[in-house]
């Protein structure tokens, strides 16, 4: 699904890359400050900086997951908890606004509610992160691993949303600057 994705954006002249989660340590995020509950990051001898580095150089972000026991997986659930550490920080918090973001999910039931226990904590995250939920697009009766590329009509969605992702994150920002300018 992130590979229709990517395809769409790049024929839309959108430079992309991929970052597999499972192929990096990333440590869980640490306790909250109990008097400013802010989050500091101890645990800087993993992975996570190198992500974050890249993370904090994208315009847009795909969030994509399997929906493991009714949320998203534990190594992106621990990778948006570390995300927690930097969001509001200098001088980390300016580049965390105003990205755009999509969700890909997929599951093995049939009954939508599946992905939107991914959507709607996603959705959460983009708003906390200050940032533009640009879309979804949910792969149900996805049991087995690479089932999705049989279903052409979940392919083609994932691709038209990567191909319009640019032209949804400008529109997104010039009506916010319309707002502010009003």
């Not at 509001?88 to 969700?103: D, L, Q, W």
């Not at 792969?139 to 690479?146: Q, R, S, V």
């Amino acid at each position: 699904m992130a590979d229709e994705v990517l395809r769409g954006a790049k024929e839309s002249e959108i430079e992309t890359g991929k970052i597999y989660l499972d192929d990096f340590w990333i440590r869980p995020v640490s306790e909250v400050c109990d008097k400013t509950w802010e989050r500091d990051d101890p645990r800087k001898d993993d992975d996570f900086p190198k992500i974050l580095a890249e993370f904090l150089d994208s315009d847009i972000v795909i969030f994509s997951s399997p929906v493991y026991w009714h949320g998203i997986s534990a190594q992106l659930k621990c990778f948006n908890d570390r995300l927690s550490s930097y969001f509001r920080r200098p001088p980390y918090a300016k580049r965390f606004n105003g990205k755009g973001y999509i969700v890909l999910c997929a599951y093995g039931r049939s009954e939508p509610v599946h992905g939107q226990l991914v959507t709607d904590s996603m959705k959460l995250t983009v708003e906390s992160l200050r940032g533009y939920y640009l879309g979804d697009v949910c792969a149900d009766l996805t049991y087995e691993k690479g089932i999705v590329r049989h279903k052409p009509d979940i392919m083609k969605s994932c691709y038209e949303l990567g191909k319009k992702a640019g032209s949804l994150l400008k529109k997104c920002r010039e009506e916010v600057k319309m707002d502010v300018t009003v």
